[in-house]
C-alpha cells in the first residue's frame, strides 16, 4: 500500500480517493470520476443516515460508503467491517485523507450471534481481482489466493457501536446472516441484493428473517439491487 502523500487522488462527489495501483481499476476510475460508483446506495444514505447515526457497515470495499455517511450526511461514527485485509488499509486511507475521524475498521468476517466455544476463529475468504469478486466462495473464472479471516460476533460489534445502522454488501453472505442475530439496536438495514448468488430462496429468506426482526421493506428508498428495511415494531420471538 502506498503512501497517501505521495500519490495522486481520484476525485468523486466531494470526497477524494488515493489513486493506488493495488486497488484502482481502469472501471474503478471511470465511476469514480464519473460520481457514479456506488449510487443506489449512496441515494439511500439521506434516507436514514444523520447527524447521531452509528453505521456498521458489513463489506465496506474502498470506504465509499463509510465517508460517505460522514462527510456528506453527517454521521457520528462509522465501524467497517472488512474480510481482505488490503482494502482495511486502503479504508483507513480514504477516511484520513477525508477528515473521516471516529472511526474503526476491523479485518474480519462477521457471524451472528454471540461468540462462543463453537464460534470458528477463523474462515477461509478467496481474495480475487478486481477485490470486488473476493468472497467466502472460490471464484469460478478467476484466479484467488484463499487466505484466513478471524471472525468477529455482530451482534457485539452492534452492541459496542450502539449502531443505529447497518449497511450490508457481502457478495451472497446476506442470504443468512440475519438468521440468528440480534439487532435489538438497530432502526434501519441497508442490504445489497446479490441474486445471482443466493437465488430465489436466498431472498426469500432474507424478507422472512428481517420481516421477523421487525423490519418491513422500504420502498421509497429502494431499488437497483438495493433493499432498505426500517423498523417498525420489535422482534418476534423465534
Not at 460508483?37 to 441515494?43: I, L, N
Not at 477463523?122 to 478467476?142: D, G, I, T
Not at 431472498?203 to 428495511?229: D, I, K, T
Request: aromatic share 8%.
Amino acid at each position: 500500500m502506498s503512501d497517501t502523500t505521495s500519490q495522486a487522488m481520484i476525485r468523486s462527489n466531494g470526497l477524494s480517493f488515493p489513486d493506488d495501483p493495488d486497488i484502482m481499476t481502469d472501471r474503478l476510475r471511470r465511476l469514480l470520476s464519473r460520481g457514479n460508483y456506488e449510487s443506489s446506495e449512496s441515494r439511500a444514505l439521506k434516507t436514514f443516515i444523520g447527524a447521531n447515526s452509528s453505521v456498521v457497515e458489513l463489506g465496506a470495499g474502498i470506504g465509499y460508503i463509510s465517508t460517505s455517511a460522514v462527510c456528506h450526511h453527517q454521521a457520528r461514527k462509522v465501524t467497517c467491517i472488512e474480510a481482505n485485509p488490503l482494502l482495511c488499509d486502503y479504508i483507513r486511507q480514504v477516511h484520513q485523507v477525508n477528515g473521516v475521524t471516529d472511526s474503526t475498521v476491523i479485518n474480519a468476517i462477521a457471524l451472528s450471534g454471540p461468540k462462543s466455544a463453537a464460534t470458528p476463529k477463523a474462515l477461509p475468504f478467496y481474495v480475487a481481482q478486481p477485490f470486488w469478486s473476493s468472497s467466502m466462495e472460490p471464484p469460478a473464472n478467476l484466479p484467488f489466493e484463499e487466505i484466513e479471516v478471524p471472525t468477529v460476533s455482530l451482534d457485539e460489534v452492534l452492541a459496542e457501536a450502539k449502531a443505529d445502522a447497518l449497511i450490508c454488501d457481502i457478495e451472497g453472505g446476506e442470504a443468512v446472516l440475519f438468521d440468528d442475530v440480534d439487532l435489538t439496536p438497530v432502526r434501519y438495514v441497508l442490504v445489497e441484493l446479490h441474486t445471482n448468488r443466493i437465488k430465489a430462496d436466498g431472498v426469500v429468506n432474507l424478507f422472512e428473517n428481517m420481516h421477523r426482526h421487525g423490519f418491513f421493506y422500504h420502498q421509497q428508498a429502494s431499488g437497483e439491487g438495493v433493499v432498505l428495511f426500517k423498523r417498525f415494531r420489535a422482534a418476534q420471538p423465534r
